[in-house]
């Protein structure tokens, strides 16, 4: 508009909530999320304030918000929250539910998912000949964070854990103990001391072991929310 600059994009999601009762007090509530944030016109990147980010007591419980992604993305000097961000955004939840004893009930719940980009770093990087300012940024060529079909399963990242829920009037207290079970990037083994090796974790369960380095911050993470009291027909959301 005149001079000024300004940024366009579509960005939508779409979410899919569900609720399977077993019995009259134990159901199986599951969501199904999907977004995606396209940049159009004069703009070669949505804005980062419409980015998507994955973690965090309504997104995967096991790990802290802006803790995965995009991607296999991973660096610990460079963990600012806006490098978590991604164009693309992928999760699905399964919860177990079911009465302990007055207006307290537990839960056992599954999350899975991650955020990408639309291309790889590294691709836009030799597009635009800015090798040389990703190689200052210690990026290598196997960072891969965009969306690709063949990575998907290495790339989502998976958690699991417990729960408890108070239902009070207008609200439901909520308090979930989540463990990672995979990060969708390498992570390496630690010594006894808590210091990194060059040992890689090659499978699936790649999570540091927890005896062996207490402070990895994917190991647990504990979440206290308060949302507000569902209707029946709303109770499957989170």
Same mark, same amino acid.
């Given at each position: 508009?005149g001079?000024?600059?300004? &940024?366009?994009?579509?960005?939508? $999601? @779409? %979410? *899919? =909530?569900?609720?399977?009762?077993l019995?009259p007090t134990?159901?199986?509530?599951?969501?199904l999320?999907?977004?995606a944030?396209?940049?159009?016109?004069?703009?070669?990147?949505?804005?980062?304030?419409?980015?998507?980010?994955?973690?965090?007591?309504?997104s995967?419980?096991?790990?802290?918000?802006?803790a995965?992604?995009?991607?296999?993305f991973?660096?610990?000097?460079?963990?600012?929250?806006?490098?978590?961000?991604? &164009?693309i955004?992928?999760?699905? $939840? @399964? %919860? *177990? =539910?079911?009465?302990?004893?007055?207006?307290?009930?537990?839960?056992?719940?599954?999350?899975?998912?991650n955020v990408?980009?639309w291309?790889?770093?590294?691709?836009?990087?030799?597009?635009?000949?800015?090798?040389?300012?990703?190689?200052?940024f210690?990026?290598?060529?196997q960072?891969?964070?965009g969306?690709h079909i063949?990575?998907?399963?290495?790339?989502?990242?998976?958690?699991?854990?417990?729960?408890?829920?108070?239902d009070?009037?207008?609200?439901?207290?909520?308090?979930?103990l989540?463990?990672?079970?995979?990060?969708?990037?390498q992570?390496?083994?630690?010594?006894?001391?808590?210091?990194?090796?060059t040992?890689?974790?090659?499978?699936y369960?790649?999570?540091?072991?927890?005896?062996s380095?207490?402070?990895?911050?994917?190991?647990?993470?504990?979440?206290?929310?308060?949302?507000?009291?569902f209707?029946?027909a709303?109770?499957?959301a989170?």
């Open positions: 508009i001079n000024v600059m300004y &940024d366009q994009f579509v960005k939508t $999601n @779409v %979410e *899919l =909530r569900n609720k399977f009762n019995t134990v159901c199986f509530a599951t969501r999320y999907a977004g944030v396209i940049p159009l016109g004069n703009s070669d990147f949505a804005p980062l304030s419409e980015k998507f980010y994955s973690g965090g007591p309504n995967l419980r096991a790990a802290s918000p802006y995965y992604g995009p991607g296999n991973y660096r610990p000097k460079y963990n600012q929250s806006f490098f978590h961000a991604g &164009d955004r992928l999760e699905a $939840n @399964v %919860e *177990l =539910r079911f009465p302990i004893v007055w207006k307290l009930s537990g839960a056992v719940f599954a999350d899975i998912g990408w980009n291309v790889d770093t590294w691709e836009l990087a030799e597009a635009t000949g800015q090798t040389d300012l990703i190689k200052k210690d990026f290598t060529d960072l891969k964070d969306f063949e990575n998907l399963g290495k790339q989502l990242a998976f958690g699991t854990g417990f729960g408890l829920r108070l009070i009037e207008s609200i439901v207290i909520r308090l979930d989540g463990v990672a079970i995979h990060a969708p990037f992570t390496y083994k630690y010594d006894k001391k808590g210091n990194v090796t040992t890689p974790i090659n499978t369960f790649n999570i540091p072991d927890y005896e380095y207490r402070g990895c911050k994917y190991d647990t993470s504990a979440v206290l929310a308060f949302d507000p009291k209707t029946p709303e109770f499957a989170w």
